[in-house]
C-alpha cells in the first residue's frame, strides 16, 4: 500500500486549502485511512478519518466543523477540505491506511502505511 499526500503550502488565517492523499491501487476497501498532522515540537496527532467500506468519517474536535473528508473512487484519491484556517493548523500533514477499524483508529501505532508528509503554513 502506497500513499501519496500533495497540496499543501502557505494560506493566510481564515483561508482554505485542499489536500490530497492519492492511494495505490493495492489499497484494500477494508481500510481506514487517516490524516495526521505534526507541528514543531509537538506529537503527531491524529486530525481526521474515513473508512474505505463504509464511507464514515471522523473529525478530531480541533478541526470539527472546519475540516471535511470526501473521495474520489475513480481517481483512487481522498480529499482533506481545510476551511477557516488558524495559525494553529500550521502542521506537516500526513495520510496514513490501516486495516484495523475498531475505536481506536486515532491512534498512530494502529497505521502501517504512511505518506510524505505535505507542509502547510497558516499566517495571521
Known amino acids: 500500500v502506497q500513499l501519496q499526500a500533495s497540496g499543501g503550502g502557505p494560506v493566510q488565517a481564515g483561508g482554505s486549502t485542499r489536500l490530497s492523499c492519492v492511494l495505490s491501487?493495492?489499497?484494500?476497501?477494508?481500510?481506514?485511512v487517516a490524516w495526521f498532522r505534526q507541528a514543531p515540537g509537538k506529537e503527531r496527532e491524529f486530525v481526521a478519518a474515513i473508512s474505505l467500506s463504509g464511507g464514515n468519517t471522523d473529525c478530531a474536535d480541533s478541526v470539527q466543523g472546519r475540516f471535511t473528508l470526501s473521495r474520489d473512487n475513480t481517481k483512487n484519491t481522498l480529499y482533506l477540505q481545510m476551511n477557516s484556517l488558524k495559525p494553529e493548523d500550521t502542521a506537516n500533514y500526513f495520510c496514513?491506511?490501516?486495516?484495523?477499524?475498531?475505536?481506536?483508529?486515532?491512534?498512530?501505532?494502529?497505521?502501517?502505511?504512511w505518506g510524505q508528509g505535505t507542509q502547510v503554513t497558516v499566517s495571521s
Open positions: 491501487e493495492r489499497t484494500s476497501w477494508r481500510m481506514v
Open positions: 496514513a491506511a490501516s486495516y484495523y477499524s475498531g475505536r481506536y483508529y486515532t491512534e498512530i501505532l494502529q497505521y502501517a502505511h
